[in-house]
């Protein structure tokens, strides 16, 4: 494989504007994208569990949020300093996330999605009921990391982070590992019968997933300087969820075009407030009905078009695309 | 018994789901280096035992052996690694991923390098007429490539001892049909590959196996060479009286 194809070199580019971009937008934007790069990571590592893996988790948020109060809550109760906060905090959700991938080692489908989801409501409401201990609904507040509000720092952090996070995905999915991973999805019965090691796989994918997860809510914590039972709302699922569909499931790329569109979208319908969810699941519907692999799909087919129109003969692809009408 | 000749042994096993008794005292020695056949008619509770055998269904009674170790229990898995494959009756192959990625994953489950799996894989989908798909998603496939496809996958195990098949020649047209002989053959005889194959095409059976052993009900009926089993009164009566 070369290192040098068209993909590395749009990818590396794309990473020198994002390094270079703060220099011409202004604060609010840099806020945005900061946010934007959270949901980029809560978005492809729920990929990595739900899409690629096929653990339909409905919990991923919480792991963010377990995450974000570890931390905090270790520095504002025990005076624990950022350097051993952070790493508890991403620790105790990996920990967490395996006990509960134990749990659901038997659990497939909509049981799954209902025993996360079941998960995730318990862990919200510990931290809205314990309001001695957590702040309750009021929240509780993280200190900031750079000590500052201005949001550049934040702003490269978060990029770092979420360049990490989007490595190390490819490279579970480039893998033997990530070979295993989608055949788990895809059959798990065949999976097992040629050697797969299902449970071991299942349970390395919900820690690593969840751990990026849990990752990503710690240092949002610590950028925002506010955490509160907000973090554990179903509605912080289903934007994930929807990042992912918009953006193309089961793609690398996908998670990271969807949440930074979407992300992109909703702040120019700021306006629009609470019809911006109407807008966004009616694009959602459009996405499943014509581009069931989101807006990756839409690339794909917009590159066979051009493709189509200087080479002709028809590739494997298309064969089968047709064929299936 | 010698364990030593006795590759598998099946030892009285009772499969049960829920009142029906699907597999009833079943017992068999395969020996090593044996194509060993598994008929009956439909329902008789050849798929149950291959089912046990591989760890799918956990016995109800009795035990399986592996070199005369006990397997039954184990996981799938580690049944795969201790290089025991399978067909599966409706052919189980990964549909979203290509032909090639399809033929990977037993070779690195089984430690093999990528380079050494890959290569594996062309000379296997050359030999099967598989190569030009190769790059195809599985679900493209007819239901005759996908059988293939399952068979020469479970070739990929570097270590294949037991390679059990379930009907692998159902509904597979007669030149596909050619090839998963050819291969059968040539598995056992150069890699000393031993095969249990259910399957209710009596003149392959015949053709290719030594020794068959026959279900009813889920009982084991008879066993033999195709000749002796084919003249048994019970077997006659378990075809014809249905
Ligand atoms: N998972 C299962 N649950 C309940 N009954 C089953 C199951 N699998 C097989 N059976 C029943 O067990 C009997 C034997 O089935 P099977 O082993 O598939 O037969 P064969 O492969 O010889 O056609 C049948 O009556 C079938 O309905
Ligand atoms: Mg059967």
Redo the contacts between chains.
């Keep these: 494989m070369k290192i040098f194809n068209l993909k590395n070199i749009g990818l590396l580019v794309l990473l020198i504007v994002a390094v270079f971009l703060p220099v011409v937008i202004s604060d609010y934007w840099r806020f945005v994208l900061t946010i934007a790069f959270f949901y980029t990571i809560m978005a492809a590592s729920w990929n990595l569990l739900g899409g690629y893996t096929g653990q339909f988790s409905l919990g991923h948020h919480t792991f963010a949020m377990i995450g974000a109060y570890t931390s905090t809550l270790l520095m504002q109760k025990a005076g624990a300093p950022f350097w051993v906060s952070i790493p508890a905090g991403i620790l105790l959700t990996m920990i967490i996330s395996s006990l509960l991938g134990v749990m659901c080692l038997r659990i497939h489908g909509i049981y799954l999605a209902l025993i996360t989801w079941a998960f995730a409501e318990v862990v919200r409401n510990y931290f809205r009921l314990h309001y001695a201990f957590t702040g309750g609904d009021r929240g509780i507040d993280s200190p900031l990391i750079f000590g500052t509000m201005k949001p550049t720092p934040y702003y490269y952090l978060f990029l770092g982070i979420a360049v990490l996070a989007i490595v190390l995905i490819a490279v579970i999915m480039r893998s ?1 590992i990530g ?2 991973l ?2 788990i ?3 798990p ?11 071991r796989y299942k349970i390395f994918v919900f820690m690593v997933a969840s751990g990026l997860a849990g990752m990503a809510g710690v240092f949002y914590g610590h950028s925002i300087g506010l955490i509160s039972p907000v973090m554990g709302d179903f509605n912080e699922m289903a934007m994930i969820i929807i990042f992912v569909v918009i953006g193309g499931m089961r793609t690398q790329a996908g998670p990271i075009v969807g949440a930074i569109s979407v992300r992109y979208l909703m702040e120019l319908l700021r306006a629009q407030s609470e019809f911006r969810i109407v807008i966004l699941t009616a694009i959602v519907i459009l996405i499943m009905r014509f581009f069931n692999g989101g807006l990756m799909e839409l690339f794909r087919r917009l590159k066979k078009w051009i493709r189509r129109d200087r080479e002709g003969p028809v590739s ?1 692809y298309q064969e ?1 695309e047709q ?1 299936q009408g | 018994m010698d364990d030593r000749s006795n590759l598998l042994e099946v030892k009285n096993v009772v499969k049960m789901f829920g009142g029906l008794r699907a597999n009833d005292n079943i017992s068999l020695q395969v020996e090593k280096g044996e194509i060993r056949g598994l008929i009956g008619p439909n329902g008789s509770g050849k798929t149950t035992l291959i089912n046990l055998i ?3 269904y956990e016995v109800t009674e009795g035990s399986i052996h592996y070199y005369g170790r006990r397997i039954d229990g184990l ?3 580690v049944i ?2 201790m290089g025991i ?2 067909t ?1 009756q409706v052919a ?6 290509t032909v090639l ?1 399809n033929m ?3 070779a ?3 430690g093999l390098s ?1 380079r050494e799996a890959k290569s594996r894989a062309e000379e296997l989908l050359d030999f099967a007429l598989l190569i030009r798909l190769k ?3 599985a679900k ?1 496939l007819s239901g005759g490539q996908n059988m293939l496809l399952q068979i020469v ?2 070739f990929m ?1 570097k270590d294949l001892k037991l390679y059990v098949m379930d009907e692998p020649f159902a509904g597979v047209h007669q030149s596909i049909k050619g090839i998963i002989i050819e291969s059968i053959k040539m598995m056992n005889q150069g890699k000393d590959v031993t095969f249990l194959i259910v399957s209710h095409e009596m003149s392959t059976v015949k053709a290719l196996c030594n020794k068959v052993t026959v279900l009813c009900k889920g009982e084991r009926i008879a066993e033999g060479t195709m000749e002796e089993v084919a003249n048994d009164p019970q077997v006659i009566d378990a075809y014809l009286g249905g």
Excluded: C
């Design positions: 033997k070979y295993y989608r055949s999805r895809d059959d019965i065949a999976a097992r019968s040629m050697g797969v090691d299902i449970v494997a089968l064929k | 591989t760890g799918i996981q799938s898995n795969a690694s494959m399978r599966f189980r192959v990964w549909r979203d991923m990625e990977l994953i037993p690195f489950t089984q990528r790059d195809k998603q493209s996958r479970g195990h």
